[in-house]
């Protein structure tokens, strides 16, 4: 699903070049749920940019779903973010002046799936709890109940590949782990491929695999309850 090959990402050239990204190599596999752990600075959210297209690496190789992403102009970036990605940010991003079955519908009629926006909207803030807030503004809603209107948008579009950035990094713990478990549920029942940044290493050992960055490298590779490779 996922084949990342040499990935580097730099900043600046000659003596005030900072690379931090440095020489990633990684594989997803269909359906797999990735954390991605380190320290602040070590890359982590770098590397989730690159692979969401929404910025270019400096050299290297990344594959989605067999197509080659690094050499992609943004006109065919926002296609294939379009059909096949899902974003949650720790922001939650939400359109303020939209209610939450508006914010889920946007990308569906933006895609031109108006048809059928509104079902599929209810049925996803339904299977994430919220079921009675449809028409409530983002300002009527609960940090953790933004974020769950943030998780039904994000799998609006059935994506093939989920990208979240701290989802829990705003909630306090019980929600945070609330949170997490819908979208570990969600992704499982729709087949979705996730990559989860976090700073939680208790929430981190929900997914399948978890890797390590320090330093714009990867450092070592764990396989919750299995051994460190």
């Known amino acids: 699903m996922i084949h990342v090959c040499n990935l580097v990402k730099a900043l600046g050239s000659g003596t005030g ?6 020489g990633i190599d990684l594989e997803v596999q269909k359906g797999e749920v990735l954390a991605i752990e ?3 600075g ?8 690159l692979l969401a297209g929404f910025d270019s690496p400096t050299s290297g ?6 197509e080659e992403i690094s050499t992609m102009n ?4 926002a296609l294939l973010r379009g059909k096949k990605l899902g974003f949650v940010f720790q922001s939650y991003n939400l359109i303020p002046t939209l209610t939450a079955e508006e914010n889920v519908m946007l990308p569906m009629e933006l895609r031109g799936d108006g048809s059928a926006a509104e079902r599929r909207a209810r049925e996803l803030l339904a299977a994430v709890g919220l079921q ?3 028409r409530h503004f983002p300002a009527q809603l609960s940090g953790g109940e933004q974020q769950r209107v943030a998780l039904a948008r994000a799998f609006a579009g059935n994506p093939s590949i989920l990208l979240a950035d701290e989802p829990t990094g705003n909630l306090d713990s019980t929600t945070g782990k609330m949170v997490l478990e819908l979208l570990l549920d969600l992704n499982r029942r729709q087949g979705t491929t996730l990559i989860l940044v976090t700073h939680d290493a208790a929430l981190s050992r929900l997914a399948d695999r978890i890797i390590r960055l320090r330093d714009g490298k990867i450092v070592d590779e764990v396989i919750p309850g299995g051994e460190t490779s």
């Open 61 to 66: 190789s990344i594959r989605l779903d067999g």
């Open 38 to 40: 380190g320290p602040s």
């Open 132 to 134: 009675e807030r449809f």
């Open 42 to 49: 070590s890359g982590k959210s770098t590397l989730l940019g």
């Open 17 to 22: 070049r900072v690379e931090i990204l440095r």
């Open 74 to 77: 943004e006109d065919e970036l």
